[in-house]
């Protein structure tokens, strides 16, 4: 094999440049050339990097605008008079041209009217801004103890005998049925229904993370951690948690879509909420399914409660797949 010889006169440089000495550095030598890393900023760059997830976000930010904002910009509250915005009590059960004819072209009508003559489009948005605050309530309280409760009831033995023996008990017993025994126990108001979802809804959530978390208790680092007497409530918070973010975010996508389904389907039996929910629309518009003329009272809540049922799941379910670390490469 020939070698070939370079003439390093041809680079026109100095002994000392070519024979120059290279200092060592300790911390030098240990930094990484990879690019930082951020756990959210990958989420958010995974999530935005589907189309659909940015319409089904941009139709969340549509439905959360007209639940919350256009309410208070028609001044519209239920509580004080439900039918404080009854136009003509004799406009009852219009079809939205009819209602848009004797009412004049306004967007309020684009649904027709009510059993009362009120603005069906009006009612609905103030109905969606209850059950979705419920949603979220309940959301909020059942992940956060589910979510606690798991992390620890999955890692300490002692206390996965005792919630273990709670929960099979609790597991058998309908949960409809027991939100329908304290939804007549109590007044059916707003925080009576936040209690009657909440006071076990938890349960399955931390049954959930307790099977979770105790796939992971027995690697390597958290036993490190318990032999140098790291406390169980740190290890969970800080060596188990972290690495479940994904799983907690789909949980969640599906909890908070169950409880708009919950109190619709409690008011249109007659046990849900005594405000002006989607719930009570619907309830309220049972005859109107049937009868030729007036389905816009019925079909629409129903449709704004699918429609938000839907995005939510859709929302949350996406943003979990982007919460995995291994999307992120």
């Given amino acids: 094999m020939t070698q070939k010889h370079i003439n390093l006169d041809e680079f026109g440089l100095t002994d000392e440049e070519l024979f120059a000495p290279v200092s060592h550095d300790k911390l030098a030598s240990e930094k990484i050339t990879a690019p930082r890393y951020s756990y959210w900023r990958s989420v958010f760059r995974v999530f935005f990097r589907k189309k659909i997830n940015i319409i089904a976000l941009s139709l969340l930010a549509v439905l959360i605008l007209f639940a919350y904002v256009y309410p208070m910009i028609i001044g519209y509250d239920a509580t004080v008079d439900p039918f404080i915005h009854v136009m003509d009590g004799s406009a009852a059960h219009l079809r939205p041209m009819q209602a848009m004819q004797r009412f004049g072209y306004n967007m309020k009508w684009i649904l027709g009217t009510g059993g009362a ?38 890692f300490s033995k002692k206390v996965d005998i005792f919630m273990t023996e709670v929960y099979n008990v609790v597991a058998n017993v309908p949960y409809i049925l027991l939100i329908s025994v304290i939804v007549l126990i109590m007044s059916a108001s707003f925080w009576s229904m936040v209690f009657a979802l909440t006071v076990t809804g938890w349960i399955a959530i931390a049954y959930f993370i307790r099977t979770q978390v105790i796939i992971i208790r027995d690697r390597e680092y958290n036993l490190a951690s318990r032999c140098l007497g790291t406390p169980i409530a740190r290890i969970a918070t800080k060596n188990i948690l972290p690495f479940m973010t994904s799983v907690i975010v789909t949980l969640a996508a599906t909890e908070i879509p169950s409880y708009i389904s919950y109190e619709v389907f409690l008011s249109y039996i007659g046990m849900g909420l005594s405000d002006m929910s989607l719930g009570k629309l619907i309830e309220a518009a049972k005859s109107a399914m049937v009868t030729p003329g007036w389905g816009f009272e019925f079909w629409s809540p129903v449709a704004v409660a699918s429609i938000i049922a839907v995005v939510l799941y859709v929302v949350g379910q996406n943003l979990g797949d982007a919460s995995d670390p291994r999307t992120h490469m």
């Fill in 117 to 154: 003559g009120q603005s069906t489009f009006d009612a609905i948005w103030y109905g969606s801004s209850i059950s979705i605050s419920l949603a979220l309530v309940c959301a909020a309280i059942n992940m956060f103890l589910g979510v606690a409760i798991g992390a620890v009831w999955g």
